[in-house]
């Protein structure tokens, strides 16, 4: 749902109702909370990629890594009981599914880097998610 709301101007509560409806998807009010958290935090999201990318520019990495690496950096910094090397791992695994083999080792490297610095760019509007 976080790719297609990249590939289109629907508004993201009919993608999710879309998306619901036509896969017969239960839902619960987490997953909703994390779509709506990603796409509020894309702008931080997008310049901690900046920060930490030695290869590519925000603007030339494929759009399924650019999702990932949003979904991962936001479960990261806002979710309290998602551990970072879940996110992490969960981030690779994704990319394995949907991605190239070189979006793999730049998404694990790019969020490696991160897990691994000081933890003081942590998304400052989900502080109070928790």
Known sequence: MLFQAQLNDDKIEEII????????????KSVVKTINGVL?????????????SKTR??????????????????????LSDMP???????????CKKYADK????????LLGAYYKESRTDRFRSCENDE
């Open 40 to 52: 509020e935090n894309t702008a931080a999201a997008d310049e901690i990629i900046a920060r930490y």
């Open 57 to 78: 520019k925000v603007g030339r990495i494929a759009k399924v890594s650019l999702t990932i690496l949003r979904l991962a950096l936001y479960e990261m910094d806002c």
């Open 102 to 109: 070189q979006d793999c080792s730049f998404v694990s490297g």
């Open 84 to 94: 970072d090397k879940v996110a992490i791992n969960e981030a690779v695994e994704l």
């Open 17 to 28: 109702e879309n998306n619901i409806s036509e896969f017969e998807l239960v839902t619960d």
